[in-house]
């Protein structure tokens, strides 16, 4: 069976071209959603890739319906993919997993993405370490200042429950207590 995906981003916009164009291109049942493409949770689309068995076909007008990036359009193919389904976008024709060609194309986009992965995680890493030599600390800022640090170890010695300690500066009881000197 076919389905079609039809999305838009706002409530002043209508699905009713792209419902059409589903159609026309033999989608039995068409699923349509209002939704930012940036958003990730998008139930129409969630409620699609169930519908999908071995062999059915989801079906969108144009990519960016569909994914907003790379990322994105890869991972809901691999959802595709899972279930033995295929992939047609009407306006990108080279998007095609039903065909050997379609496939190919997407492998290759697919290495691409990888490869695109790989070097920001190169570059994130570099970055990182010439941030560490350079004297950056990494990670969330303390909660406590150093001095508050010392005038709450003074007051847990002297045996001031920690809850309360914690209480006046605004943290956990359990910050308190790993508290070292």
Same mark, same amino acid.
């Given at each position: 069976? !076919?389905?079609?995906?039809?999305?838009?981003? $706002?409530?002043?916009?209508?699905?009713?071209?792209?419902?059409?164009?589903?159609?026309?291109?033999?989608?039995?049942?068409?699923?349509?959603?209002?939704?930012?493409?940036? &958003?990730?949770? #998008?139930?129409?689309?969630?409620?699609?890739?169930?519908?999908?068995?071995?062999?059915?076909?989801?079906?969108? $007008? #144009?990519?960016?319906?569909?994914?907003?990036?790379?990322?994105?359009?890869?991972?809901?193919?691999?959802?595709?993919?899972?279930?033995?389904?295929?992939?047609?976008?009407?306006?990108?024709?080279?998007?095609?997993?039903?065909?050997?060609?379609?496939?190919?194309?997407?492998?290759?986009?697919?290495?691409?993405?990888?490869?695109?992965?790989?070097?920001?995680?190169?570059?994130?890493?570099?970055?990182?370490?010439?941030? !560490?030599?350079?004297?950056?600390?990494?990670?969330?800022?303390?909660?406590?200042?150093?001095?508050? !640090? &010392?005038?709450?170890?003074?007051?847990?010695?002297?045996?001031?429950?920690?809850?309360?300690?914690?209480?006046?500066?605004?943290?956990?009881?359990?910050? !308190?207590?790993?508290?070292? $000197?």
């Amino acid at each position: 069976m !076919i389905y079609g995906y039809a999305r838009v981003s $706002t409530d002043g916009q209508s699905v009713d071209a792209q419902v059409r164009q589903l159609r026309a291109a033999g989608a039995r049942q068409v699923f349509r959603e209002v939704a930012s493409g940036a &958003k990730t949770d #998008r139930a129409q689309l969630r409620r699609a890739l169930d519908q999908l068995d071995a062999d059915d076909v989801l079906m969108v $007008t #144009r990519l960016d319906r569909l994914a907003r990036s790379t990322r994105d359009l890869l991972n809901t193919l691999a959802s595709i993919a899972a279930k033995g389904a295929g992939f047609r976008s009407l306006g990108d024709t080279w998007a095609d997993t039903t065909t050997a060609h379609g496939r190919l194309m997407l492998a290759v986009l697919g290495g691409l993405a990888e490869f695109e992965r790989d070097l920001i995680r190169a570059r994130t890493g570099e970055g990182r370490k010439r941030a !560490i030599a350079q004297g950056v600390k990494m990670g969330r800022p303390p909660k406590m200042t150093p001095h508050q !640090i &010392k005038e709450a170890l003074r007051r847990r010695d002297a045996g001031e429950p920690m809850r309360e300690i914690a209480r006046t500066y605004n943290v956990s009881h359990s910050t !308190i207590s790993r508290l070292s $000197t």
